[in-house]
């Protein structure tokens, strides 16, 4: 009976727990994601440090990778990989920055959202004559301490409740944050 051995070596390199990141980091650069929404990004009021576009693709990355609140950016934000990927702005960065967003801004990227969806189903599928939509709605569990825009749903938990419109290759083409008990930035 032959016995099995593994041989343990040793490694400087830093290793990432948000590795399937890079897959979706490019993702947004294949489908060019900048271009459909910078045009509603808040402008940047100085010279130096994070862009906009930066300030919104972190959040992005940050709900990709699970973040719950903004103070999950200073914990997981030094993070090698997601360091590397959004150059990591501080809570109190995203914060301000989301705050600069005009009821205007958020409706006319919600319209955009659709128009993206579709043109990447079409690269997924050029030859498409119908396809299926599903509406869903979700309560998504909380446990941050500075969540804002919680209820509680219908299991009876804090959370964020949120209506999507989904394809059946899960692309999304409208999604709406239902307001909570307090208000919420999107």
Not at 93 to 98: C, D, Q, R, S
Not at 109 to 118: F, G, S, V
Not at 155 to 160: D, Q, S, T, V
Request: glycine share 6%; hydrophobic share 35%; net charge positive.
């Amino acid at each position: 009976m032959n016995k099995l051995s593994f041989n343990y070596t040793s490694n400087a390199k830093s290793i990432s727990s948000f590795a399937g990141l890079k897959i979706y980091d490019d993702l947004i650069h294949k489908f060019d994601i900048r271009k459909f929404f910078g045009p509603f990004l808040p402008k940047k009021k100085r010279v130096v440090g994070h862009t906009s576009w930066n300030k919104f693709y972190t959040p992005i990355m940050g709900f990709i990778a699970g973040f719950e609140c903004l103070d999950d950016f200073d914990f997981h934000g030094q993070d090698p990989l997601f360091l590397k990927l959004t150059n990591s702005p501080s809570s109190t960065i995203l914060g301000k920055f989301l705050k600069f967003f005009t009821q205007r801004d958020v409706e006319q990227m919600q319209e955009m959202l659709p128009k993206h969806a579709l043109k990447m189903r079409m690269n997924l599928t050029p030859n498409l004559k119908k396809f299926t939509m599903k509406i869903d709605a979700s309560d998504h569990l909380q446990h941050g301490l500075k969540s804002k825009g919680m209820t509680f749903g219908y299991k009876k938990f804090r959370c964020l409740s949120s209506q999507m419109i989904f394809d059946d290759k899960g692309l999304c083409y409208g999604f709406k944050l239902r307001s909570g008990n307090t208000h919420s930035w999107f």
